[in-house]
């Protein structure tokens, strides 16, 4: 019981956070790994996509009654997203990503401060491409950052929500809510992958997953009360902490 309601809770607030800007992992992943310490690793990462893809889905729904989606640029670039995850997870069979670990946090500390210093980025929707040019640059951002999910992982969200404003002109809660279903196409394609291979504790993810779907609720019904200014912030504290965990993780592990 004790191990149910740890990895519950950890669930709920991993959708809470999630469902704002993305990040859920950084709760979720650490508890798994601190309630499972033998447990093997496919097996724990399984466990949390069998529960955060739904209140990542559940997200998407919430913003897209509220938020006017790009549709037309959305659906092709999940698709993207989707096979580039495959891609991604299929390569790092075959190429170990130490070198993306070491400099994933100065990456991350590249868009930290990018960030800061433009006050005004993501605050209004200014969408710079409709049609096809949007649909094509919505569409390798679903590739690259899918290929990026599907080979390492962590910041995920946060990349998509960067790049969907810093490229393509939206604002924080508009880049938001587009990440989800992105970032929904990414979770089925990499927990497809573990259910094919038995990695997955579906006693412990279906109960998560209510959890997750719980914590999603919540945070969507904060981000479209308090709009992109909320998740401007809630994305610069997110994108702190993965600096401090993925080069924390870089250097230690060596």
Same mark, same amino acid.
């Given at each position: ?29 650490p508890?798994l790994?601190?309630?499972?310490? #033998?447990?093997?690793?496919? &097996?724990?990462?399984?466990? #949390?996509? *069998? ?8 997200? &998407?729904?919430?913003?897209?009654r ?9 659906? @092709?670039a999940?698709?993207?997203a ?13 190429? @170990?990503?130490? *070198? ?21 980025? *993501? ?15 919505? =569409? ?28 393509? *002109? ?12 992105? #970032? ?11 259910? =094919? ?17 719980? /914590?999603?609720?919540?945070? &969507? ?7 992109? /200014? ?15 965990? &993925? ?8």
């Amino acid at each position: 019981m004790f191990e149910f309601a740890t990895v519950t809770l950890a669930s709920l607030f991993a959708g809470f956070i999630d469902a704002i800007v993305g990040g859920g992992g950084l709760i979720l992943v650490p508890a798994l790994f601190s309630v499972f310490p #033998n447990a093997a690793p496919a &097996t724990l990462f399984g466990t #949390n996509k *069998g529960a955060s893809v739904w209140g990542t889905a559940w997200a &998407t729904g919430q913003y897209a009654r509220r938020v006017q989606m790009a549709w037309s640029a959305l659906l @092709p670039a999940a698709v993207a997203a989707l096979a580039g995850s495959a891609l991604g997870a299929w390569a790092v069979t075959l190429v @170990p990503p130490t *070198g993306l670990r070491k400099a994933l946090p100065f990456i991350l500390l590249a868009v930290f401060l990018y960030t800061l210093m433009r006050k005004d980025l *993501g605050r209004e929707h200014r969408r710079r491409y409709t049609g096809a040019p949007e649909a094509a640059l919505a =569409s390798l951002i679903g590739l690259v950052i899918g290929f990026y999910d599907g080979f390492f992982g962590p910041g995920t969200g946060s990349f998509f929500v960067f790049l969907f404003v810093r490229l393509l *002109g939206y604002d924080f809660l508009h880049a938001s809510a587009s990440a989800k279903l992105l #970032n929904t196409a990414t979770n089925l394609s990499a927990l497809a992958l573990f259910i =094919s291979k038995g990695h997955i504790w579906w006693h412990y993810a279906l109960v998560m997953a209510v959890a997750n779907v719980a /914590g999603s609720l919540l945070g &969507t019904r904060l981000a479209l009360k308090h709009g992109a /200014g909320f998740v401007r912030a809630v994305f610069m504290v997110v994108v702190g902490a993965l600096i401090l965990k &993925t080069g924390y993780d870089a250097y230690r592990l060596g």
